[in-house]
């Protein structure tokens, strides 16, 4: 077990509509990344927070968007859904320590139908 | 453009064989390189890393081989098991200005069968 916690662990859904995934840092881990992993593209970043504040952008697309709150828990929100959102996403921490070891939630499947 | 390429994408070996995977970056900022496992269902969990200011880090069965001049580093799993089969992702990060920044960029992955 990472620390780190995502929920719903899946979740099924139509094409446009709206979803939210949470992710909880381990405890004391300031930066929240996500990632998104499909057969076809692998594992892609898709942005960083830092104490609340966005750090950096990946391969995201613009009907994504995503927050960090004071509590350090991150929310992922993806908008006008479509059949190739269908992916795992995953949230990972990081206290930035070292090299920056990111510690990798269980993952949240999305299908879209 | 994939910056860091992993090759076999899959590969099978006998218990107790030894199971190497291969890792060949192209942008010279990278200053970390680690290696996760992933099992069906899990996310993936951190299970080496190197630095490379040092050519090869070992813990327990597990071993980073790495070669800046070639951009190039590999995982060894010595005496492998069937409890080691998964799939392992190499990746790369590098520390942009002002800090913070540190995204990783993956391999497309191996899948590892250990028959028992």
């Known amino acids: 077990d990472s620390g780190v916690t995502q929920t719903p662990k899946h979740l099924i859904t139509a094409t446009g509509q709206r979803v939210t995934l949470r992710c909880s840092p381990r405890s004391g881990d300031l930066s929240v990344y996500w990632y998104q992993q499909s057969l076809d593209q692998g594992l892609q970043f898709l942005i960083q927070?830092?104490?609340?504040?966005?750090?950096a952008k990946g391969n995201i697309l613009e009907r994504f968007s995503a927050q960090q709150f004071p509590d350090l828990h991150s929310e992922l929100n993806l908008s006008s859904l479509e059949l190739g959102d269908s992916a795992l996403y995953f949230c990972?921490?990081?206290?930035?320590?070292?090299?920056?070891?990111?510690?990798f939630g269980p993952g949240t499947r999305l299908t879209v139908l | 453009q994939q910056q860091v390429k992993q090759s076999p994408q899959s590969l099978i070996v006998q218990k107790g064989g030894i199971s190497i995977i291969n890792c060949a970056y192209e942008n010279t900022a990278f200053d970390y390189f680690p290696w996760y496992q992933q099992f069906p269902g899990k996310g993936p969990a951190l299970l080496i890393a190197i630095r490379p200011d040092v050519s090869e880090k070992k813990e327990g069965r597990f071993t980073i081989s790495f070669n800046k001049s070639a951009k190039q580093f590999s995982l060894h799993i010595m005496d492998s098991q069937p409890g080691d089969s998964a799939t392992y992702f190499c990746a790369a990060s590098s520390v942009y200005s002002g800090g913070s920044n540190y995204k990783l960029t993956f391999g497309k992955g191996t899948l590892l069968t250990v028959n028992p």
């Open positions: 990972a921490s990081s206290s930035l320590a070292g090299y920056n070891e990111q510690f």
């Open positions: 927070y830092y104490n609340g504040e966005e750090r």
